[in-house]
């Protein structure tokens, strides 16, 4: 079996008397997309933290393309190959599309303390930040304001951002949040698209969605994954039934 | 957009004029150099406050380092220019990272307190500079010699040398603001976490940004105490701090730009308000409220409406 590209060795995280994520071991294969999925209040949110930094665990270790990345902040992370969205879109606003990418194109090629030559003019930066945008089928919306995209181009722009970073692994934190039917099967179809391409930790309410694309799942109920294999397994799984999808089929 | 672009050139090319057309007397050289000072201070500050999101409320203490620097080298008889400046804009840069280092780990109202509060130790500590004048000020012996000639003491060589060092300090920030720096500057003004997500930390940025600000205030400071050819502590006071910001707001906080001409709006307005009557101040604030209602997006917004 291959090295995992990201291991979560028994992540604790405790709020008071109030264990969030209670000993949370999972593995990010290369190439798959790792789905994971929980009830409200089963400690996705607080999991997330942990993996990009945000939150430091009380115990375990976050490690990410071998390294031990726990106690390396959130850019560090990033530049080490770990991207992520977040559940409510977070693109700068005023900047075009296309200033958005590049922004995490010039933060992946060369130095960001350059004071003299106008960055809207650096044609390397401009030129894959067209690619990023083109990946996710932006390419015509570059010139038009962040914050003028729809929703559903929102969420698309903030994964041409994480693509641009050149990441080795994408933390997608529900890329389906508040889509519309229509956004959520451009978002899924584009999410097939990427998932040829790249690694993803996929964190989603949308279990048709994640049905569709996951390669593996693991289910997380009050802060323990108490469940992971392939869709065929997960949906078959007793236990997973009892504490998770029955609310839904029943 | 780029009509937009020639509206600031109008304003420096008619600072650059008026003494050619009348306006050369020593009365209108001195309001116009006060002028094109403190817009120096107040494009340095508003590319903190619009460009970076950094709304400091101490940004007259780094002109005041600039300005004392001129003064306690003058008392030790040091006077000449290349001597004075890099020790003026180095005092301010030193200043400006220090202060900056601790007080842009808060944001917001946090912010904008702790710089107060930095900005009033810097006052008291120039009002405890009993070698200096303490509170009554420092009345400079000659005013700063350029590699030993008395240049500045050239009125109409001082008038171009205010106005030079300000379009330099305009087109230096705008410069910056355009940069792969100023980039990240803006992105985290707008949205920090997203700096964050794309792998770079704001910290450094803004703290970089925030010293050559100082350092830009410095040099403001050095022609302040030039042209007055007397400093006091009033020039670090929290009032002025105040007058910079509400130059910045006055003139647009979006554009550079506006940072000029809401500095020459308010010195002239403060000026003839105080010729018209005793109690100017009791017209001139309810002016300068009124002006931050209406004029959204300031002066340099009014006029770019009415250009574009």
């Known amino acids: ?250 | 957009m780029l009509r937009e672009a020639w509206l600031p050139l109008v304003v420096l090319v008619a600072l650059g004029v008026a003494p050619l057309l009348g306006f050369g007397g020593s009365y209108e050289t001195t309001l116009m150099a006060r002028a094109m000072i403190l817009g120096m201070a107040a494009v340095s500050l508003s590319f903190l406050v619009g460009g970076a999101g950094l709304v400091s409320l101490g940004h007259a203490a780094s002109v005041g380092v600039g300005a004392y620097a001129v003064a306690i080298l003058d008392a030790h008889g040091v006077t000449e220019a290349t001597l004075v400046l890099p020790a003026a804009i180095g005092a301010a840069a030193l200043f400006s990272l220090l202060t900056g280092a601790i007080a842009i780990r808060t944001s917001g109202v946090h912010f904008i307190m702790i710089t107060l509060a930095f900005g009033q130790m810097a006052f008291f500590t120039a009002s405890s500079l009993a070698a200096y004048g303490g509170d009554d000020g420092y009345t400079l012996y000659s005013r700063t010699e350029l590699l030993g000639t008395r240049l500045l003491e050239n009125r109409l060589a001082f008038h171009y040398i205010c106005l030079g060092l300000l379009a330099a300090s305009w087109g230096g920030c705008a410069m910056l603001l355009a940069s792969r720096f100023g980039r990240v500057l803006r992105a985290a003004r707008e949205n920090p976490q997203r700096v964050e997500a794309v792998g770079l930390a704001p910290y450094p940025f803004r703290l970089l940004g925030y010293m050559l600000a100082g350092a830009m205030g410095g040099l403001a400071g050095v022609l302040l105490a030039n042209a007055t050819e007397f400093v006091s502590p009033a020039t670090l006071s929290w009032q002025r701090s105040g007058e910079l910001l509400f130059m910045v707001i006055l003139g647009g906080a979006g554009r550079l730009w506006g940072a000029i001409l809401g500095a020459l709006a308010f010195v002239l307005l403060e000026t003839w308000l105080a010729q018209q009557m005793l109690h100017w101040k009791l017209v001139f604030g309810p002016l300068l409220v009124l002006a931050v209602i209406f004029l959204r997006g300031g002066l340099s917004g009014l006029v770019a409406r009415h250009h574009g």
């Open chain 1, 1 to 250: 079996m291959a090295e995992p590209l990201l291991r979560l060795d028994s992540l604790r995280k405790h709020y008071g008397g109030l264990a969030v994520t209670d000993g949370v071991s999972l593995d990010v294969l290369p190439g798959e997309i790792h789905a994971v999925i929980g009830p409200n209040g089963a400690g996705k949110t607080t999991l997330i933290h942990e993996i990009t930094g945000v939150v430091a665990p009380d115990e375990g270790r976050v490690v990410f393309a071998g390294q031990d990345v726990t106690r390396f902040s959130l850019p560090r992370r990033v530049r080490a190959g770990l991207a992520r969205t977040f559940q409510i879109t977070s693109v700068v606003a005023g900047f075009t599309a296309l200033a958005n990418v590049a922004l995490a194109v010039q933060a992946r090629s060369g130095s960001s303390f350059r004071f003299f030559r106008p960055a809207a003019t650096e044609r390397a930066l401009n030129e894959t930040a067209m690619q990023a945008l083109a990946e996710v089928g932006l390419a015509d919306r570059a010139g038009v304001p962040a914050g003028a995209l729809s929703h559903g181009e929102k969420r698309a722009l903030e994964l041409a951002i994480a693509l641009a970073t050149q990441p080795r692994l994408l933390l997608l934190d529900e890329p389906l949040a508040g889509a519309g039917p229509e956004e959520t099967e451009r978002l899924v179809a584009l999410l097939t698209r990427l998932k040829s391409a790249y690694t993803i930790l996929l964190v989603e309410h949308d279990m048709q969605a994640v049905f569709a694309l996951a390669d593996r799942v693991s289910v997380l109920v009050y802060g323990r994954v108490i469940a992971t294999g392939s869709v065929a397994e997960i949906r078959s799984s007793a236990k997973v039934r009892a504490a998770y999808l029955g609310e839904d089929e029943a």
